[in-house]
């Protein structure tokens, strides 16, 4: 089998960061190169992997990353809904001789439907990709990645190139890249910890779907297998959608353990949680009550089905190795 050549973006972030570690330790006779925004960026990438080369620039420069793309077998998007950078990846893997092969990570708040977001409660649809991948792949430009997934998954028909999207959910756990590590839940503590006391949103009904960040790089190392061996078991295109998921959790789960933990650890004197109304939340964030009190809940069947585990399943150990990064900074 000849060498891989896999250029992947967005690994000086949380998830990113992951990705690339768990990726070249699993597939190590590849050749990796990596987006970068800056030489310190770039410093950090190669004092960790000295084998990956960095290329500096912005995921929207069209000449760097059209040619990065063209240069790659595979492309590994983790930088975000950009249109301009999936056009400038689109256009350098089609531009190739063989084409080319693009695993996009999206997420879940495309489930959110902005006119009935009901704050605090928790939703009372579950989306499952084996059952509703139609319904959710003809979404309104309404909701969020809505027309940046449908594009991506229209690239084989219009352009030739293969694309897969992995929708994540709620992600949990300490990362393990050389830049960014702390996610959503490592800024939920920092806000108790400036507060001095749990919160959530409402009756923090809301439930999320979670899987852990280590968990969410292995599905991405799962299919990127399954590409380089050219299985069957993966679909492409308009087929090509697969959520990863582990289990749920409220959000008021969620709170009353990191207070607890808190407490436990010195840094609150209660575990006692308020109850904050919309309005009020707002005053600490302006996007309160989505990232505290939306709710979001899907079920990965599809990536299951072809034989993906994800192997942590303890929320709270999450969130409590979560709680102590947090409170080492």
Same mark, same amino acid.
């Given at each position: 089998?000849?060498?891989?050549? *896999?250029?992947?973006?967005?690994?000086?972030?949380?998830?990113?960061?992951?990705?690339?570690?768990?990726?070249?330790?699993?597939?190590?006779?590849?050749?990796?190169?990596?987006?970068?925004?800056?030489?310190?960026?770039?410093?950090? #990438?190669?004092? &960790?992997?000295?084998?990956?080369?960095?290329? *500096?620039?912005?995921?929207?420069?069209?000449?760097?990353?059209? !040619?990065? &793309?063209?240069?790659?077998?595979?492309?590994?998007?983790? @930088?975000?809904?950009?249109?301009?950078?999936?056009?400038?990846?689109? %256009?350098?893997?089609?531009s190739?001789?063989?084409?080319? +092969?693009?695993? !996009?990570?999206?997420?879940?708040?495309?489930?959110?439907?902005?006119?009935?977001?009901?704050?605090g409660?928790? &939703? +009372?649809?579950?989306?499952?990709?084996? $059952?509703?991948?139609?319904?959710?792949?003809?979404?309104?430009?309404?909701r969020? !990645?809505? *027309?940046?997934?449908?594009?991506?998954?229209?690239?084989?028909?219009?352009?030739?190139?293969?694309?897969? #999207?992995?929708?994540?959910?709620? *992600?949990?756990?300490?990362? %393990?890249?050389? =830049?960014?590590?702390?996610?959503?839940?490592?800024?939920?503590?920092?806000?108790v910890?400036?507060?001095?006391?749990?919160?959530?949103?409402?009756?923090?009904?809301?439930? =999320?779907?979670?899987?852990?960040?280590?968990?969410?790089?292995?599905?991405?190392?799962?299919?990127?297998?399954?590409?380089?061996?050219?299985?069957?078991?993966?679909?492409?295109?308009?087929?090509?959608?697969?959520?990863?998921?582990?289990?749920?959790?409220?959000?008021?789960?969620q709170?009353?353990?990191v @207070?607890?933990?808190?407490?436990?650890?010195?840094?609150?004197?209660?575990?006692?949680?308020?109850?904050?109304?919309?309005?009020?939340?707002?005053?600490? !964030?302006?996007?309160?009550g989505?990232? =505290?009190?939306?709710?979001?809940?899907?079920? &990965?069947?599809?990536?299951?089905?072809?034989?993906?585990?994800?192997?942590?399943?303890? =929320?709270?150990?999450?969130m $409590?190795?979560?709680?102590?990064?947090?409170?080492?900074?």
């Amino acid at each position: 089998m000849q060498t891989q050549k *896999i250029f992947i973006t967005g690994t000086t972030g949380y998830l990113g960061g992951t990705t690339l570690d768990l990726v070249s330790k699993t597939f190590p006779a590849a050749e990796y190169s990596v987006l970068v925004r800056t030489k310190e960026q770039a410093d950090a #990438i190669t004092s &960790a992997y000295p084998s990956v080369t960095t290329i *500096i620039g912005d995921i929207s420069s069209q000449d760097i990353v059209t !040619h990065a &793309a063209n240069a790659a077998d595979i492309v590994i998007d983790i @930088a975000g809904d950009n249109e301009s950078g999936i056009q400038n990846i689109l %256009s350098g893997l089609a531009s190739k001789p063989g084409k080319g +092969t693009l695993i !996009h990570v999206s997420g879940i708040t495309c489930l959110l439907d902005p006119s009935s977001l009901n704050l605090g409660y928790a &939703a +009372t649809r579950i989306y499952n990709d084996l $059952d509703d991948k139609g319904e959710i792949l003809a979404f309104e430009p309404t909701r969020e !990645h809505a *027309i940046l997934d449908q594009r991506i998954l229209r690239a084989p028909e219009e352009m030739g190139v293969n694309t897969v #999207i992995l929708s994540s959910c709620q *992600i949990i756990g300490n990362g %393990s890249g050389p =830049w960014k590590k702390d996610s959503f839940g490592h800024g939920y503590v920092k806000t108790v910890l400036g507060r001095g006391k749990g919160f959530v949103v409402q009756q923090g009904e809301n439930v =999320w779907s979670w899987c852990s960040v280590r968990d969410v790089a292995s599905a991405i190392v799962f299919t990127l297998d399954k590409i380089i061996t050219g299985s069957s078991d993966i679909e492409y295109g308009q087929d090509g959608y697969y959520f990863v998921q582990t289990g749920e959790v409220s959000f008021r789960e969620q709170a009353q353990a990191v @207070a607890t933990k808190l407490q436990q650890l010195g840094k609150l004197d209660t575990d006692a949680i308020d109850e904050l109304s919309v309005p009020q939340a707002t005053k600490i !964030h302006p996007y309160a009550g989505l990232l =505290w009190g939306a709710s979001c809940r899907s079920r &990965a069947g599809r990536l299951r089905s072809i034989g993906w585990s994800p192997q942590e399943r303890d =929320w709270k150990a999450l969130m $409590d190795e979560t709680v102590v990064a947090a409170t080492a900074v």
